[in-house]
C-alpha cells in the first residue's frame, strides 16, 4: 500500500477527513464581516487564496480578489492543473512558511460560483422506473426515448442557494376535488443529485463531443433540487416541471474539482440499448462515491453515485446538440441518484411509494417534508488512506405563510440571506 500524501495541517491527515491534501476543493467563505474570498479547504481550515495571491505564494491573475470564482475557472484547464500542484505544494507536509490559514468554523460560507444557468436531468434509470411506476405502472414506467438520451428541464439559477440557506416551503395551484385550490404545498420533498460545473464557454451553434464536454466541466458539487410534489402532478403536462421546481435548489459550498475525483472513475449503469454515436463514451464517466442524506440527523438512504445511466459528459454534449451555447458557471444537475432498494433512494416519493408507506423519523411516521425538517446530504470517495468529500448541503423548510405575509406587505422583509 502507497503512503498517502500528507499535509502540513494536521487536521487534514486525520483518518476520515473530507478534506485531506488530496482534495482541495475550492470555496468562497468570509470571517467577521468582510467581504466574500476565495479559499481552499484543508482539514479544519480555510487556505485564503486573495491573502496567498497578495503574498506573491499563488499566481491567478489577480482573479481570487473577484467575488465568485468564475474568473479563475474562466482561465482554462492548464491553470487549474497548474494551481492544483501549486496548491499541494504550499500545503504539503515538508513545505515551510507561513501560510493565511482561517479555522472553518469561524467563517461564513457562501456561493461559491455566480450560477449562469441550471438545467437539471433526469438520469438514474431505478428512480425513473420507481417514479414511472408510481404514475404509469410497471409496464410503461420508462418513456420510450429514457435509455436512448439524458431527459431535464431548465430550472431557476435565481433560486440556487448555498448550504444552510432555509427554504421556504412554497405556495402553488394544487388540484382539489372540485378544481384547482391556491395553497401550500403538503408533498414537498428532496431530490439527492450531484451537480456539475461547466468550465468554458461554447458558441452558439457549437456542439461537442462527450470528450469534449469532458474537458469543460471543472467540478462538482452535493446539489438538493427540492421538489413540490403535488404542484408538480397538477403542472407537469404538457411542459414538465415549473413552479414545483423554481422555489429553491441548495448546493454544498465547496467544489469537487474533476481532478480529484480522477482516481475513482468507473463505468455506470448497464446499457439498455447502444447509444447514438454522439453519445458514445471513450472512457467510464462516472465515479465511484457514497451518497447518502438525512432527515433531522437520521441516516435515511445510501447508494452510490455509479448507478447512474448517464454521466454529466453526455449530458452537457447532449444539451448542446442543438447548438445551445454553455457558459462559464452553468450548473447541471445529476438527477436524483437512487439505488435498487428503498434505503437507496435518492427521494420520499419513491421511498414512501407516493406517501402510501410512510417512513420511522426519530420515532414518529413520516411520508413528506414538514416545517422544521432539516435535510442533510454527504458524499464522499474512499482512496488509499484518504476521503475526497463535499461537506455539508444542508437546507431547513420555513413556513410558506411568513412567505405570504411578507408579500403581502405585512411583515417585516425577510433577511437577503434567506430569499433565493
Not at 470571517?31 to 496567498?52: F, Y
Amino acid at each position: 500500500m502507497t503512503t498517502p500524501l500528507r499535509s502540513r495541517v494536521a487536521s487534514a491527515n486525520v483518518p476520515g477527513c473530507d478534506f485531506p491534501i488530496q482534495n482541495l476543493p475550492y470555496g468562497v467563505f468570509s470571517t467577521g464581516g468582510t467581504a466574500p474570498r476565495r479559499g481552499v479547504a484543508i482539514g479544519d481550515r480555510i487556505l485564503d487564496l486573495a491573502a496567498c495571491e497578495a503574498q506573491g505564494l499563488l499566481d491567478a491573475g489577480g482573479t481570487f480578489a473577484a467575488p465568485r470564482l468564475n474568473d479563475f475557472i474562466a482561465l482554462g484547464r492548464v491553470k487549474w492543473a497548474g494551481m492544483r500542484s501549486a496548491l499541494t505544494t504550499l500545503l504539503a507536509e515538508d513545505a515551510a512558511g507561513a501560510l493565511p490559514l482561517v479555522p472553518m468554523a469561524g467563517a461564513t460560507l457562501h456561493l461559491p460560483i455566480r450560477v449562469s444557468e441550471f438545467t437539471d436531468f433526469y438520469a438514474s434509470k431505478n428512480h425513473a422506473f420507481n417514479v414511472g411506476v408510481l404514475f404509469r405502472g410497471p409496464d410503461n414506467a420508462l418513456p420510450p426515448q429514457w435509455t436512448h438520451m439524458p431527459i431535464g428541464y431548465n430550472g431557476r439559477a435565481s433560486s440556487i442557494v448555498v448550504s444552510g440557506t432555509p427554504i421556504r416551503r412554497p405556495m402553488g395551484q394544487i388540484r382539489g376535488e372540485s378544481g384547482p385550490e391556491w395553497m401550500a404545498c403538503r408533498r414537498l420533498d428532496l431530490e439527492l443529485e450531484l451537480g456539475a460545473i461547466v468550465g468554458a464557454d461554447s458558441r452558439m451553434g457549437e456542439r461537442l463531443t462527450v470528450e469534449e464536454a469532458e474537458e469543460m466541466i471543472f467540478g462538482y458539487v452535493l446539489l438538493n433540487d427540492w421538489s413540490a410534489r403535488d404542484i408538480q402532478a397538477w403542472e407537469y403536462q404538457p411542459l414538465g416541471p415549473f413552479q414545483s421546481k423554481a422555489f429553491g435548489t441548495t448546493i454544498s459550498p465547496w467544489i469537487v474539482t474533476q481532478a480529484a475525483l480522477e482516481p475513482f472513475r468507473c463505468a455506470g449503469a448497464e446499457r439498455v440499448n447502444p447509444l447514438l454515436p454522439y453519445l458514445q463514451e471513450k472512457q467510464p464517466g462516472l465515479y465511484d462515491l457514497t451518497v447518502g442524506w438525512t432527515m433531522n440527523g437520521q441516516v435515511m438512504a445510501r447508494t452510490n453515485y455509479n448507478v447512474m445511466y448517464y454521466s454529466s459528459a453526455q449530458q452537457l454534449a447532449h444539451h448542446t446538440g442543438s447548438g445551445c451555447p454553455m457558459r462559464i458557471g452553468d450548473l447541471l444537475g445529476s438527477g436524483t441518484i437512487s439505488g435498487p432498494s428503498p434505503d437507496q433512494t435518492g427521494a420520499l416519493l419513491e421511498m414512501t411509494e407516493g406517501g402510501k408507506e410512510p417512513v420511522t423519523v426519530n420515532g414518529a411516521p413520516r411520508t413528506f417534508i414538514q416545517d422544521g425538517d432539516e435535510i442533510g446530504l454527504h458524499a464522499f470517495a474512499e482512496g488509499e488512506g484518504y476521503r475526497i468529500g463535499f461537506g455539508p448541503c444542508i437546507g431547513r423548510i420555513l413556513p410558506a405563510e411568513e412567505g405570504a405575509r411578507h408579500l403581502t406587505g405585512t411583515d417585516k422583509p425577510v433577511p437577503e440571506h434567506e430569499i433565493a
